[in-house]
């Protein structure tokens, strides 16, 4: 099912490249983000096949976020875009970071993977917030 997955960020991608010609970037991820919790919070909140699948349509959401949140962030820092970007690089170990915390919260909490689910809807807020915050000009 992993297929899935990475074909809806696929997809997600193509559709995701269109939005952006007509749409403010920080709109779009914004938009991605609190779709992905919505997902999220479904999938927690059903079971079988609608938990399995709205969780694989996260993919849809994840696909534009690395590449708008990079371009906003590096976004009006002129000289200093080569140290942003790199500070954004070495922020992907949040990627590494995350899947362990939840291992931590799921372990914890008595193997409770919904409880867990908290990590990621947190991680999706603060993008969301980031998309919010990236729309207003500077």
């Given at each position: 099912m992993i297929?899935?997955?990475?074909?809806?960020?696929?997809?997600?991608?193509?559709?995701g490249s269109a939005a952006l010609r007509m749409?403010?970037?920080?709109l779009i991820l914004a938009t991605n983000a609190i779709g992905a919790i919505l997902l999220i919070v479904i999938s927690t909140q059903t079971s079988g096949a609608v938990a399995a699948y709205?969780?694989?349509?996260?993919?849809?959401?994840?696909s534009i976020m690395f590449p708008t949140?990079?371009?906003?962030?590096?976004?009006?820092?002129?000289?200093?875009?080569?140290?942003?970007?790199g500070i954004i690089n070495v922020a992907i170990?949040?990627?590494?970071v995350v899947p362990l915390l939840y291992g931590v919260v799921a372990d914890a909490t008595g193997?409770?993977?919904?409880?867990a689910m908290v990590i990621p809807i947190v991680c999706y807020a603060?993008?969301?917030?980031?998309?919010i915050f990236a729309r207003k000009p500077a």
């Open positions: 297929g899935l997955y990475w074909g809806g960020a696929m997809v997600g991608r193509f559709i749409f403010s970037p920080g709205t969780l694989l349509a996260v993919g849809l959401m994840n949140i990079f371009s906003l962030a590096c976004e009006k820092l002129g000289a200093k875009a080569a140290d942003g970007s170990f949040g990627g590494a193997g409770n993977l919904a409880l603060i993008i969301a917030g980031f998309g």
